[in-house]
T-cell receptor, first 113, second 115 residues
Framework: AQSVTQLGSHVSVSEGALVLLRCNYSSSVPPYLFWYVQYPNQGLQLLLKYTSAATLVKGINGFEAEFKKSETSFHLTKPSAHMSDAAEYFCAVSASAGNMLTFGGGTRLMVKP | EAGVAQSPRYKIIEKRQSVAFWCNPISGHATLYWYQQILGQGPKLLIQFQNNGVVDDSQLPKDRFSAERLKGVDSTLKIQPAKLEDSAVYLC?????????????FGPGTRLTVL
């Protein structure tokens, strides 16, 4: 069984500040991990994914995430927030086969001018 | 490249009525998924198809929900009869193959309101 926990349903940062969105997972098998972003009234868009090639994963729009097996974490970061980053962010896990995604509850990122 | 298409975008019905949603995946994608996203929550998988066969429908409420992908391309999801708790966004996604590291591409969703 797989599960994902996203700490903080709402995160607020100032423009230019560091963005840190937390994700912890549990999986009985080596996982694949994903971060998706959802803008209002739109579907989900992939930001980045971990597939065991490298523990530090770089994605689109300046985001990156680090896979830490010992902490079962896959936190999302961005050095400097932009107003356009305001959206809902979802962490998801899938097993090595089958590809069923299990999502966390989401974190709404708000960026203050 | 065209993305995943869904229709309608919005639907309002009364409880006990029936409703159907349509999804056209990205061309060439063998795997198709339907997710339910209740307001304030992450998406939850309802059903996964590989071509026209069902891979996983363990979380589909089969007493009222049904889905088909007859020719291995388009898919429809039906709810009959609808309940208030079915109010949600229904997302369709597709991937090239149903493997764990494959990216899933999502459509814009259908927002269902049950009154």
């Amino acid at each position: 069984a797989q599960s994902v926990t996203q700490l903080g349903s709402h995160v607020s940062v100032s423009e230019g500040a560091l963005v840190l969105l937390r994700c912890n997972y549990s999986s009985s098998v080596p996982p694949y991990l994903f971060w998706y972003v959802q803008y209002p009234n739109q579907g989900l868009q992939l930001l980045l994914k971990y597939t065991s090639a490298a523990t530090l994963v770089k994605g689109i729009n300046g985001f990156e995430a680090e896979f830490k097996k010992s902490e079962t974490s896959f936190h999302l970061t961005k050095p400097s927030a932009h107003m356009s980053d305001a959206a809902e962010y979802f962490c998801a896990v899938s097993a090595s086969a089958g590809n069923m995604l299990t999502f966390g509850g989401g974190t709404r990122l708000m960026v203050k001018p | 490249e065209a993305g995943v298409a869904q229709s309608p975008r919005y639907k309002i019905i009364e409880k006990r009525q029936s409703v159907a949603f349509w999804c056209n995946p990205i061309s060439g994608h063998a795997t198709l998924y339907w997710y339910q996203q209740i307001l304030g929550q992450g998406p939850k998988l309802l059903i996964q198809f590989q071509n026209n066969g069902v891979v996983d429908d363990s979380q589909l409420p089969k007493d009222r929900f049904s889905a088909e992908r007859l020719k291995g391309v388009d898919s429809t999801l039906k709810i009959q009869p609808a309940k208030l708790e079915d109010s949600a966004v229904y997302l369709c996604a597709s991937s090239f193959r149903g493997e764990g590291n494959n990216e899933q591409f999502f459509g814009p969703g259908t927002r269902l309101t049950v009154l």
